[in-house]
């Protein structure tokens, strides 16, 4: 049986958002298909996630974040702000 590890509930959205990739990079888009006051659970169409980026919110608040996993398009990221 699958254990959730996670420290604080989540909801499912369908939210457009931006990933920022480095300092200086162009905001790609992007879609948070769940979200807590951890992190977020993201689909994007390019492959090279680094470690650390910024997802820029649909209500326009950046939050700094780190890569938790990855299986092709989709990845899950804690927030570190």
């Known amino acids: 049986m699958f254990m959730n590890r996670r420290k604080s509930e989540?909801?499912?959205c369908r939210s457009v958002?931006?990933?920022?990739?480095?300092?200086?990079?162009?905001p790609r888009d992007c879609m948070i298909t769940d979200?807590?006051?951890?992190?977020?659970k993201v689909i994007a169409e390019?492959?090279?996630i680094p470690p650390e980026f910024t997802i820029i919110l649909s209500t326009g608040?950046?939050?700094q974040c780190r890569l938790a996993w990855?299986?092709?398009?989709?990845?899950?990221?804690?927030?570190?702000d």
């Open 61 to 63: 608040s950046p939050r």
């Open 17 to 26: 958002a931006k990933i920022q990739l480095g300092t200086g990079s162009l």
């Open 10 to 12: 989540r909801r499912a």
């Open 35 to 40: 979200i807590s006051a951890g992190g977020v």
């Open 46 to 48: 390019y492959l090279e």
């Open 70 to 80: 990855q299986i092709g398009h989709e990845f899950g990221a804690q927030f570190v």
